[in-house]
């Protein structure tokens, strides 16, 4: 992207590819609930058939040969039925690879502050013309950055916000 905290947002990226060890809270409750809902005679174990069920309205769309590595590991290391342990310890390091990808709130921030060079909270058209063609490296051509300021404008008040600036981001 370009926008340097500090230094701290090449950390921050380099930070991101190192594997998490704890999950979440909200990521265990979804673990929890999903679990509950596919353990099925309420025995604390899900048979390794419905496994690939629960982690698909869990929303994740194993491929044909991860299921197979998936159901090979439930038989051989549990015995066909996986615990709510042995369930978190197969689906954390699919969700931690999930969210490895997504930016924070505080680089949201960090970013935003990058082109809102005066601070005053709200980027101008000048601070938007001025931080694209920095980050771009080239001039953009007239009309440009009036046509990127509209579609990013959501209040039409002719500068961008926080909100406007994370929704920008969100849809690209």
Known sequence: MGWGCSGKYGQYLTGL???????LPEELDEL????????YD???YLHYKDVAECMRTMGYMPTEMELIEIIQQI?????????FD?????????????????VGLPELHCA???????????????ELKESMTTLLGEKLKKGE???????IDLNGDGT??????VMMLAAH
């Not at 950055?145 to 579609?151: C, H």
């Open 42 to 44: 309420q025995d604390g």
């Open 86 to 102: 042995d369930f978190c310890e197969l689906m954390g390091p699919r969700m931690v690879m999930e969210t490895t990808d997504m």
């Open 17 to 23: 590819s190192a594997p998490k060890l704890q999950l």
């Open 145 to 151: 950055p009036e046509e990127i300021l509209s579609d």
């Open 75 to 83: 038989k051989m290391k549990w015995g066909g039925h996986v615990d």
């Open 112 to 126: 935003f502050k990058q082109v809102d060079s005066d601070g005053d909270g709200r980027i101008s058209f000048e």
């Open 160 to 165: 961008v916000d926080f909100n406007e600036f």
């Open 32 to 39: 929890q609930q999903a679990f509950k809902e596919f353990d």
